[in-house]
């Protein structure tokens, strides 16, 4: 079973940065676009940004120009970057990664365990 680990996450002040980032516990076969996304209390999971194997982005619209996500394709990891962060941004955020584990899988939807961004003064 695949396991997708996130590390960062934390507390921090409005206007400030943090780093996330997503490791897969091995190989996939084929990964076909990374993501993140977040869940805040009550709310639906909704997607912050996506990559796509080809390096095409998408931002939710919160949150461009103020977030970066990137890839390593060799490593099997997804980062995002968050800078000017807004309390607004406080919520669960969640790594996802698309991808077929093997020859003879189409692709599945992979998830990460979760990590908590507060953004408070």
């Known amino acids: 079973q695949v396991q997708l680990v996130e590390s960062g996450g934390g507390l921090v002040q409005p206007g400030g940065s943090l780093g996330l980032s997503c490791a897969a516990s091995?190989?996939?076969?084929?990964?076909?676009?990374m993501g993140w996304y977040l869940q805040a209390p009550g709310n639906q999971r909704e997607l912050v940004a996506s990559?796509?194997?080809?390096?095409?982005?998408n931002y939710a619209d919160s949150v461009k120009g103020r977030f970066t996500i990137s890839r390593d394709n060799a490593k099997n990891t997804v980062s995002l970057q968050m800078n000017s962060l807004k309390p607004e941004d406080t919520a669960v955020y969640y790594c996802?990664?698309?991808?077929?584990?093997?020859?003879?899988?189409?692709?599945?939807?992979?998830w990460g365990q979760g990590t908590q961004v507060t953004v408070s003064s």
């Open positions: 091995r190989s996939f076969f084929s990964i076909n676009a």
């Open positions: 990559i796509t194997s080809g390096g095409i982005t």
């Open positions: 996802n990664f698309r991808a077929a584990p093997n020859y003879y899988s189409g692709y599945m939807d992979y």
